[in-house]
């Protein structure tokens, strides 16, 4: 059997968590199937590009109405002769149901996680295709709620991750930076306006450690898309934290994660500081420090797949906070907790368990049935959404 994975990279960063479970994903079937991936976009992806497969990058051209992507698109399709194609985004997946409908492939779509689509069009548009996986149980509950959807064949298989190593070089790199006789509370991600709420949640939590005599240091470790950002942190935080975004290090930056005492995740970055045996915080919609992430409370942050969105009810601030001094002091409940986190990856978050049930989903697939109206909406969405994005000439890149 052969797959061809698709996924939007971008023109400029070339990061993102989504692109982490492709490869995730890719790397954990490669024994078993025929792999091939294509990123749509200008940049270069450094989780993509680690894959041994073969691999293609689609650039957007001048062409506004998209026709020379698909084009080019059609012809990576027809030359790799996959059985399936599987796109895990909505730009990715309107290439994808153009080409599995011209060479009579397979098609799964992978929503990874995020919002539900809300608000007007064309944010309020998904795609009504046929099979469809879901990482999150709020994004579950929202689809299957859905009549729009009610022939889509939905599928609920949670992010998941494969067990990263540590870099020990870059591990001491960083903690030469740091005061090493304070413990560290870590967040790597992208340094934006996207994850607000959790650098909020961080910084509140570092002033309130030192107001308190707590000797604490937050480090945000992540590439910076808005310098703006980064430059508030770093004055909101004083000498409580530094941010960190050399290239080398945010490049692999699960790499760096026992550098934290403490880890503040989102999504896939919580589940690898989960497989490292962390100390585990995730940002809670409804509070103002991040929350201990513990045996009673997992549930209902994984519902929402760690993001900003989760909320916990009922909420104790001052107990949760109590908890996050409890594990930054006393290192028996430090290594409860290490505990709990390890056996969390291991039930919940490791990939190769579902290995199976994937390529279940590709022995089923078919190709798309009808949907002619729903295929010339999503390709003008397609237009919308992609007609501001930088413009570079169309590049290859194989393996």
Known sequence: ?????????????????????????????????????????GAACPALDALACRRHRLAFGAGRLRRAER?????IVRAEKPDVIHAFDPIAGAFARAAARRCGCGLVFTKCGGPNPAGRWPYSYYPRVDRLVLFSEENERYFRSRRRFRRTRIWRIPNRIQEGTTDAAKVATLRARLDPARPVVLRIGRISTSYARTAEQCV???????????????????????????????????????????????????????????????GRGLMEAAARGRVLLAPVRNGLLPALVTEANWEPLFAANFSERCELVPW?????????????????????????????????????PVVDRYLEIYREAAPERGAFVDRAVHWLWLICRTWRRPL????????
């Open 71 to 75: 084009a080019r698109f059609l012809e």
């Open 316 to 352: 104790d601030e001052e107990q949760n906070y109590a908890g996050i001094r409890r594990a930054l002091a006393d290192p028996e409940c430090r290594r409860r907790q290490s505990a709990f986190a390890r056996r969390l990856y291991e039930e919940q978050f490791a990939l190769d």
């Open 392 to 399: 570079a000439p169309p590049q290859e890149v194989r393996a």
């Open 1 to 41: 059997m052969k797959v061809l994975f698709v996924t939007d990279a971008g023109d400029e960063t070339g990061i993102g968590g989504h692109l982490y479970s492709v490869q995730a994903l890719v790397a954990a079937l490669a024994p078993r199937i025929e792999c091939v991936v294509v990123s749509v976009g």
């Open 204 to 266: 509140r939590l570092a002033r309130r450690l030192a107001a308190d005599g707590v000797p604490a240091q937050l480090v945000f470790l992540g590439a910076v898309q808005d310098p703006a950002v980064a430059r508030a942190l770093l004055a909101d935080l004083g000498g409580q934290g530094i941010v960190v975004s050399d290239p080398e290090l945010v490049a692999q930056a699960a790499a760096l994660l026992d550098v934290g005492d403490l880890v503040v995740g989102t």
